[in-house]
């Protein structure tokens, strides 16, 4: 009589059988690791900057609130995945691009600075929301402890057989 019973195994990221629990940034060598954080904090940079208008006309930010939400998970994957120096090199690399745009692009991208009374509020104040906020975001991620930083554990369900033998019965 075959009985299946389940087995729980836990896969931390310490164990170097179970390396392949550890999504696959974080099991790059370092040199690669603090180029992905620079290239993952130019890109949300990019894309949050065309993200953050939208809903604002309508007075609903919900592009901003998602925007910043991307820049915070990307900060905290960088400084999950290197500590405080690939967390500084994700906020060099997405502030620089943020205000380059900014600056570079004039009023194209990032509205900021005017005042209209026939404009909803979050039209007016959106652009300064964005550009102060993915640093906020970030430097509160920063003062956060070590532990909110850890990879959680994963669980690996594996069923074994009764019957060991290898057959199928």
Known sequence: MNQNTNVTE????????QESALPWSYRQRPWLRYLIDVVSGA????????????????????????????????AWSARSRDGVAGFALYFIASTTVLYFLALRSGDV???AGFASDSLPFWSQHVGYSWLFGVVVVQLLLLVFPRRFF????????????????????
């Open 43 to 74: 890109a949300l940079g990019i894309v949050g900057t065309f993200a953050h208008r939208m809903g604002a006309a309508q007075n609903i930010p919900y592009g901003l609130v998602l925007a910043l939400l991307l820049v915070a998970l990307g």
């Open 10 to 17: 836990y896969a931390t990221a310490r164990d170097d059988a």
């Open 150 to 169: 850890s990879m959680p554990t994963r669980r690996v369900d594996r069923r074994k057989s009764g019957n060991d033998s290898g057959t199928d019965d």
């Open 109 to 111: 991208l990032i509205a």
